[in-house]
């Protein structure tokens, strides 16, 4: 069975979710496993889960804003991108979010989607072929063949926006593409931004938090140089709930710590959100204030990793093992079965920076270069990883061939040195969102906006308006 419109010919059942401020309507659409060789998996098919508004839309004419779902369930970015939502009514948008293959309840395979060789249909290739067909059905279904379709992403699913323009101008008239660390993906393109910037949020608030941090972490290693009674006093103060006992749950350890910070400086937004986890706002300052309300930096490091880890206020100890897992994403992986796919993903498709190395930041050595990866990948999914594929498949540091895609970076986002920030042409453009972390422009408005992102948002909203005006 093609996957045409039969599913989307049946979305007028609905479901409606209420939802306290973007309710959305959602459906499953009937999507190919494998767009590249119709021998492997023929015509099977799996159920591909899409959200949706329709209440702003003018009909034939008018635009679709088609949101690219990331590594994660969709619903979590319909949440968290208030602005396609409040800019939808005065362009009388269609709004839709598709969620990524393997993620959230789109999986190919059920359950056993996280294993091999199941695993090998997950790609940003197929996912971009996934969204044309899908896009390509919505126009038929809506019969809206004169309507354009804007794409939107924040982090990977900026990148995807971007992907989608690049790849398929027909069907995809614009992108913004958020904080989107697209030059990353080129093998000659940056990879030794990420921990850098984490630091340099920190050690903008303040330089005793910037010391502090580095002792704490150095202190972690001076226990463990006395062996087994200093690491176990080091668990103690750390409020670990396991033992450490080989380098490996050492280094782990040191992972998940650090770990806290990524999150940190990533989702360093004005106000309280939920979004990958629960923060208070500006989670950085936080941090600090955390760890320099104690005058032992270790205990105070403790009580920093809690923000991210102890958010509910109900560990007793943290369980690193439960927090945090390993894998082939400096960054994290977050868990569960979402974790390993984006390790997979990690393995093939995604080039993602490199580790720590307590001299251009303030984390312990821990190093993580293409080597290290390949090994990884190779012990982990019996794979190489293909360096460089998606500048390949896509577009890697030279953008002259693109059009219509803006770029949004936020200066204290840890992925700006990944994105592009420099504008390529009129319509390949830059814009750098001051006091913004990740994504904070796809974000609804809130009076606690930093003044840039505002700015930002005005610019973004007069450029599609100009693209669709053409
Ligand atoms: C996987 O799904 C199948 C079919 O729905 C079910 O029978 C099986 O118990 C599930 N296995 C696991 C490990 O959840
Ligand atoms: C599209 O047009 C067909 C034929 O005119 C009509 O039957 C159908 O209801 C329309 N679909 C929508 C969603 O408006
Ligand atoms: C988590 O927070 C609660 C409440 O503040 C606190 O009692 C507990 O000790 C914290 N757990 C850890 C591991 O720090
Ligand atoms: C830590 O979490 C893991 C995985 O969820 C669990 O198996 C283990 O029992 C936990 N350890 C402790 C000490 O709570
Ligand atoms: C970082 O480097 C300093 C010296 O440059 C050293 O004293 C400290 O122990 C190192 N920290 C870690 C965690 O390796």
């Not at 799996?46 to 959200?51: D, T, V």
């Not at 996934?130 to 992403?153: E, R, V």
Request: net charge negative.
């Amino acid at each position: 069975m093609a996957p045409s419109c039969s599913s989307i010919c049946i979305l007028l059942v609905l479901v409606n979710v209420a939802l306290a401020d973007f309710p959305y309507k959602e459906d499953v659409y009937v999507q190919y496993i494998d767009h590249y060789n119709l021998v492997s998996y023929g015509d099977q098919t799996f159920k591909q889960r899409y959200l949706y508004q329709d209440k702003y839309w003018g009909g034939d004419g008018y635009p679709i804003f088609f949101y690219s779902g990331n590594e994660g369930p969709v619903d979590t970015y319909w949440k968290n991108s208030g602005f396609i939502h409040e800019i939808a009514p005065e362009f009388k948008a269609f709004v839709v979010f598709t969620e990524h293959r393997f993620f959230g309840s789109s999986l190919p395979f059920g359950n056993k989607s996280f294993t091999m060789p199941y695993l090998g249909m997950l790609s940003a290739a197929q996912a971009v072929a996934d969204y044309t067909m899908f896009l390509n059905d919505l126009k038929t279904y809506l019969n809206a063949s004169n309507s354009k379709i804007i794409a939107f992403g924040g982090s990977y699913g900026g990148v995807l926006a971007a992907y989608m323009r690049y790849k398929h101008p027909s069907l995809v008239h614009g992108a913004l593409a958020a904080s989107a660390p697209v030059l990353m993906q080129a093998p000659e393109g940056p990879h030794d931004f990420f921990f850098p910037k984490v630091t340099k949020d920190f050690r903008d608030y303040s330089e005793k938090c910037y010391t502090a941090v580095k002792l704490a972490f150095a202190q972690q290693l001076d226990y463990a140089r006395l062996g087994q009674p200093g690491l176990d006093q080091m668990v103690k103060k750390m409020r670990l709930c396991s033992p450490i006992q080989h380098d490996f749950e050492f280094r782990k350890m040191q992972m998940w710590a650090r770990n806290a910070f990524v999150y940190l400086a990533m989702l360093d937004y004005p106000y309280p959100t939920e979004f990958l986890g629960k923060l208070p706002a500006n989670p950085v300052n936080v941090g600090c204030d955390t760890i320099l309300k104690q005058a032992d930096p270790l205990v105070g490091l403790a009580d920093a990793v809690g923000i991210w880890y102890n958010a509910t206020g109900s560990e007793k100890c943290y369980n690193v093992s439960k927090e945090f897992v390993p894998c082939s994403d400096p960054t994290g992986c977050g868990t569960g079965d979402a974790a390993t796919a984006w390790d997979f993903l990690s393995c093939t498709d995604i080039y993602l920076p490199h580790g720590s190395n307590n001299k251009t930041d303030m984390f312990p050595e821990l190093p993580w270069d293409s080597d290290a990866r390949i090994e990884y990948c190779q012990d982990k999914f019996h794979i190489r990883p293909r360096i460089g594929w998606n500048a390949e498949e896509f577009f890697g540091l030279d953008l002259t061939g693109a059009s219509n895609i803006i770029f949004s970076n936020g200066d204290l986002d840890p992925w700006f040195g990944g994105g592009v920030t420099k504008s390529v042409s009129d319509t390949v453009v830059a814009l750098i969102v001051q006091g913004g972390a990740h994504h904070l422009d796809l974000r609804a408005s809130n009076k606690l906006d930093p003044p840039g992102v505002v700015k930002v948002r005005e610019q973004e909203r007069n450029i599609i308006r100009k693209w669709l005006n053409q």
